[in-house]
C-alpha cells in the first residue's frame, strides 16, 4: 500500500506565475487535508476535503488560492498569481475515516521568485 | 501560548540518554498525535493518544496524556543519532472538526 504521493516535490515559479500541486491520498483514505510550512515554523492547516466536497477551509486564504478532490483523480491546491510570501513547503495528509490518523505526503517545496 | 506548544523549543543529548519533550494544548481535544519530520522531509507519524487514554508505547518511545492539565510528554529511551529531527505534536480540537493543529516543534539533535 503505497503512501500518500504528492507532486512534483519541488516547484519553482515566477511571481504572477499559478502554482498548481497534486495529492493522491492512501488506497481506501477518502479523506484528504493540506498544510502549509514556513521555514523553521510548525505545520498550519489550510483546508481539509472530502470526495468532491470541501470540509473546512477555515485556513486557506480568501483569494488566489483554492482546492479540489474531484471524483477521480488526486486533490488538486491551486495558487493563482503567487507572491514571494507563498514560498513554503505544502503537505498533504489523508485518513480512512474521521478522527483517525493523518499519514502525510513528502511534502511540495514551492519557491517563487 | 498556542494550541498545541512543545516545550523545550531544541534539545541536545548524547546518544544513549533518553529526551523527554513536552506539548501543552489549551482546549478539549478528541486526540493528540506526534509525528517527526527530518530536515527538509515529510512528517513521519509515531503515535495517536486519544483523550480517553493515559499513556501509549511504540518501541522506544512512550507518550503520557493528562486532560487535566491539558497536558503531552513524548519521552524516547537510549537514543540514538538517527533520532535527530524535529519533533510535533498536533491536536485534533473537538469544536474545530478533523484539522490538526500543530506547535512549533522541539528539535532533537542526538550526538554520537
Known amino acids: 500500500n503505497a503512501g500518500v504521493m504528492q507532486n512534483p516535490r519541488h516547484l519553482v515559479r515566477r511571481r504572477g506565475q499559478e502554482a498548481r500541486l497534486r495529492c493522491s491520498p492512501m488506497k481506501g483514505h477518502s479523506h484528504v487535508y493540506w498544510y502549509r510550512q514556513l521555514p523553521e515554523e510548525g505545520l498550519k492547516f489550510m483546508v481539509y476535503?472530502?470526495?468532491?466536497?470541501?470540509?473546512?477551509e477555515s485556513g486557506m486564504p480568501k483569494e488566489r488560492f483554492s482546492a479540489e478532490f474531484p471524483k477521480e483523480g488526486p486533490s488538486i491546491l491551486r495558487i493563482q498569481q503567487v507572491v514571494r510570501g507563498d514560498s513554503a513547503a505544502y503537505f498533504c495528509?489523508?485518513?480512512?475515516?474521521?478522527?483517525?490518523?493523518?499519514?502525510f505526503g513528502p511534502g511540495t517545496r514551492l519557491l517563487v521568485l | 501560548s498556542q494550541q498545541g506548544e512543545e516545550d523545550p523549543q531544541a534539545l541536545s543529548i548524547q546518544e544513549g540518554e533518553n529526551a523527554t519533550m513536552n506539548c501543552s494544548y489549551k482546549t478539549s481535544i478528541n486526540n493528540l498525535q506526534w509525528y517527526r519530520q527530518n530536515s527538509g522531509r515529510g512528517l513521519v507519524h509515531l503515535i495517536l493518544?486519544?483523550?480517553?487514554?493515559r499513556e501509549k508505547h511504540s518501541g522506544r518511545l512512550r507518550v503520557t496524556l493528562d486532560t487535566s492539565k491539558k497536558s503531552s510528554s513524548l519521552l524516547i529511551t537510549a537514543s540514538r543519532a538517527a533520532d535527530t529531527a524535529s519533533y510535533f505534536c498536533?491536536?485534533?480540537?473537538?469544536?474545530?472538526?478533523?484539522?490538526?493543529?500543530f506547535g512549533g516543534g522541539t528539535r532533537v539533535l542526538v550526538k554520537p
Open positions: 495528509a489523508s485518513s480512512p475515516t474521521v478522527l483517525e490518523t493523518q499519514y
Open positions: 498536533a491536536t485534533e480540537i473537538k469544536a474545530a472538526g478533523n484539522k490538526l493543529t
Open positions: 476535503l472530502q470526495k468532491e466536497n470541501i470540509i473546512d
Open positions: 493518544i486519544r483523550s480517553n487514554e
